[in-house]
């Protein structure tokens, strides 16, 4: 939480990751400014850290995601998904005491420019925030926020924003009828964006065999999770079945990726890449030559959610959205331990363990700044 320093007013913490070397990160306080009218000043509650905050770091510039909350020259900060209280308001509409559910700095607080104000939510309309997807800006309003559940603010955090990128893939697939195919094979399948996209086919065809691609050491957790309905070591990718397949790649891993489309070769209908890390790399093999079967094309969640509200409404989208999580929610019980920590140290910390790949899968993370 903020804390008052002197006669100056309030002091900010925040966590600056430097650009181009994201395993650095330090601890910095500012004095907050001033309050403008139609501002509203947020006390970061909670936020989980996950490997989805990581590839914002990792690919920050090329997609705008330094942008979103202004740090010294050379360093950003992470945005992270999580919940806020309003602590001083100098807008009408917002009152002091809401608590809010969105798209937080790694630090202590934010102030928001509240704008497009309705019962369930408001958007930030601060100026440099305007080029970034509208997705990113919403903020929920808890009071009236159909996705809100009180006893389920942790897994929101940790699984939400992943759930509904998978949500997205799996739409998408679906309306495109799958691509011909008739068995859909996810790589990094213990992550959880990777969760998600399994429930979520599931839900919406069933039809389609879900094929987990995983570590030899996470083959039991996966299996565990009951989301797939087959899965398989990474050094077993040659016993999948040659059949008409779609591949969902979460691992960033372009060797991998190299063997599955070598191994499925023509029954291979398409290829989607998210994370947006070496996206380049993941479309070759070794030395620069040209992956059998389809091009993998980068799957870009916030232009295909713009897409999904303007195709179903606001209402409807969200109606079905909600339902799917209320699915997963229900699938997923208990399988993530949830960890709360306290303070943006531990925030730092986890942030770094999280780049070297040294966070337990079945580990959810939230801290309380």
Sequence with gaps: MPRTFGPWGMIFSEVHVRKGAVQD????????????????????????????????????DGFGYWDFFPAPEGFGIVPMWGHARVIESRCPDIAVGERVYGYLPMASHLDVRAGKITASGFADMAEHRQPMSPIYNQYARLAADPEHDPAHEAERMIFGPLFRTGFLIAYFMNANDWFGASQLVITSASSKTAL??????????????????????????????????????????????????????????????????????????????????????????????????????????????????????????????????????????????????????????????????????????????
């Design 25 to 60: 990160a330090v601890l910095a306080e500012r004095e907050a400014p001033a309050l403008a009218d139609g501002m509203v000043r947020l006390a970061v509650e909670s936020f989980s850290v996950t490997s989805n905050n990581v590839t914002y770091a990792v690919v920050g």
């Design 196 to 369: 998600g996209l399994a429930s979520a086919a599931r839900d919406q065809s069933p039809q389609i065999k879900r094929i987990g691609l995983t570590s030899p050491s996470n083959v039991s957790f996966v299996e565990a999770s009951g989301l797939y309905d087959q899965v398989v070591a990474y050094d077993a990718v040659g016993t999948l079945a040659a059949q008409p397949s779609v591949s969902v790649d979460f691992a960033g891993n372009a060797g991998l990726l190299g063997q599955v489309h070598k191994h499925l070769g023509d029954s291979l209908h398409y290829s989607c890449l998210v994370g947006a890390t070496h996206i380049e790399a993941r479309s070759t093999l070794g030395g620069g030559s040209a992956m059998p079967g389809p091009k993998p094309v980068l799957f870009f969640a916030p232009d295909h959610a713009v897409a999904l509200f303007r195709e179903l409404g606001p209402e409807e989208a969200t109606r079905q959205i909600a339902a799917a999580w209320q699915g997963f929610l229900a699938a997923t019980q208990g399988s993530i331990a949830i960890t709360r920590l306290h303070g943006l140290g531990e925030a730092r910390r986890v942030f770094c363990a999280m780049v070297g790949g040294k966070v337990d899968p079945a580990q959810g993370i939230v801290i309380e700044p």
